[in-house]
């Protein structure tokens, strides 16, 4: 499966932003999906999860409350709307697919990734 994630931008503290993960290939039903950022001159972290159904969903501590992540296994896309932003969550956030495991927030248990796109939350 191809990932293009898209929807970065620069939004000032307490804005909004929705991120999309486009796939193509087949089977994108099949995929367990996630999120991750990275920030400039940190590890890449996981951000959120979500099973193949949209039957679970995981989040790290510092974003639950603010970022839904959700799916539309017929238009192949997954989301991350992110709210109430925080200069922290600045970072090239990645999506990425998995058959391996459900709510993974273990970077290498995830064989595709797309391209990344920044989020800049100026305060």
């Known amino acids: 499966v191809q990932l293009q994630a898209s929807g970065g931008g620069l939004v000032q503290a307490g804005g909004s932003l929705r991120l999309s993960c486009a796939a193509s290939?087949?089977?994108?039903?099949?995929?367990?999906m996630a999120w991750f950022r990275q920030a400039p001159g940190k590890e890449r972290e996981f951000v959120a999860a979500?099973?193949?159904?949209?039957?679970?969903?995981r989040y790290t501590d510092s974003v639950k409350g603010r970022f839904t992540i959700s799916r539309d296994n017929a238009k192949n896309t997954v989301y991350l709307q992110m709210n109430s932003l925080k200069p922290e969550d600045t970072a090239v956030h990645y999506c990425?697919?998995?058959?391996?495991?459900?709510?993974?927030?273990?970077?290498?248990?995830?064989?595709?990734w797309g391209q990344g796109t920044l989020v800049t939350v100026s305060s």
């Open positions: 990425a697919a998995t058959l391996l495991c459900y709510g993974c927030s273990d970077a290498q248990k995830y064989n595709y």
């Open positions: 290939g087949r089977s994108f039903s099949a995929y367990h």
């Open positions: 979500i099973t193949r159904s949209d039957e679970m969903t």
